[in-house]
């Protein structure tokens, strides 16, 4: 993925009002002037990016601030994903990344789009790339946690998303790469059915953190959302299962108890 353009960058600390007028029409787009040059994600933190991200046949990348399309391209032509699809706010990158498609042969399935990341809809990404500043990472957030399906991988190359820890971090060449899993949603009240006993219990969660109290007493669940599948300690037993909605169904795993069943409400 490439670092967006300054004005790009510029657009997301303007009022909206603003950002609209600039982008009322690509005449005036093409006419705003850049502050500073354009600067690529190096193609070893792309590559890995992409790794962390573990990118396959399977997934839909969504690029956000694609530049000259180097990661979108990277994750059809190397990686095999199905398609790929980048966003950027300068029309020169977009007819930049959208000539690198063609060239790489893979421009069937990598399209490119001008505009403001903020009005695209990115709900079916399975994987999302992008390199951007913390404070457009933090206006992120929300809508990554509340629109982007459980399960969904994140990659941010050099800034994070302040409280919500990675899952996972690397260091290419002196840059930071961060990953994280969207967690699926588990805060309320659960009935679990195991071994022939039920437990009332009230779940709490921070991200990817979850704990709970069982029958009215507190701090006696403690586990972890990778995507949909839920990891906990309940009387010093292991559970895993896998969320699915209002229900949460068993996922047989080493060590952990092999049949039960949680419902929501």
Same mark, same amino acid.
Request: net charge negative; glycine share 10%.
């Given at each position: ?25 690509? @005449?005036?787009?093409? &006419?705003?002037? $850049? ?8 193609? =070893? !933190?792309?590559?890995?990016? +992409? ?73 079916? @990404?399975?994987?999302? &790339?992008?390199? $951007? ?8 957030? =929300? !809508?990554?946690?509340?629109? +982007? ?80 599948? $839920? ?35």
């Amino acid at each position: 993925m490439t670092a967006p353009s300054v004005r790009a960058l510029s657009s997301f600390v303007l009022p909206l009002g603003l950002l609209t007028g600039l982008l009322a029409g690509p @005449a005036q787009a093409q &006419t705003q002037k $850049l502050d500073v040059p354009y600067v690529p994600t190096p193609q =070893p !933190v792309v590559a890995h990016m +992409l790794e962390m991200a573990d990118v396959g046949p399977d997934d839909y990348v969504i690029d956000l601030g694609s530049g000259d399309g180097r990661i979108a391209i990277a994750a059809v032509k190397d990686r095999g994903a199905k398609a790929a699809y980048g966003i950027d706010l300068n029309p020169e990158r977009i007819r930049e990344a959208t000539q690198n498609a063609e060239a790489a042969g893979v421009a069937d399935k990598v399209t490119f789009e001008q505009g403001d990341l903020f009005k695209k809809d990115i709900a079916d @990404a399975d994987v999302l &790339t992008m390199y $951007l500043l913390s404070t457009v990472n933090m206006r992120l957030r =929300p !809508v990554i946690l509340d629109t +982007l399906k459980p399960g969904t991988r994140v990659v941010s190359h050099a800034f994070n998303m302040e409280d919500w820890e990675p899952d996972a971090t690397a260091v290419i060449g002196g840059s930071l790469v961060y990953l994280w899993v969207v967690p699926a949603k588990v805060t309320g009240k659960w009935t679990i059915e195991a071994d022939g006993q039920t437990y009332q219990v009230e779940l709490s969660q921070n991200f990817q953190q979850v704990t709970g109290s069982v029958d009215g007493q507190p701090e006696r669940l403690s586990g972890r959302l990778e995507g949909s599948e $839920l990891h906990f300690t309940l009387n010093d037993q292991l559970y895993v299962g896998r969320v699915e909605g209002d229900s949460i169904q068993a996922v047989p795993a080493e060590g952990a108890v092999s049949a039960w069943i949680a419902r929501r409400g």
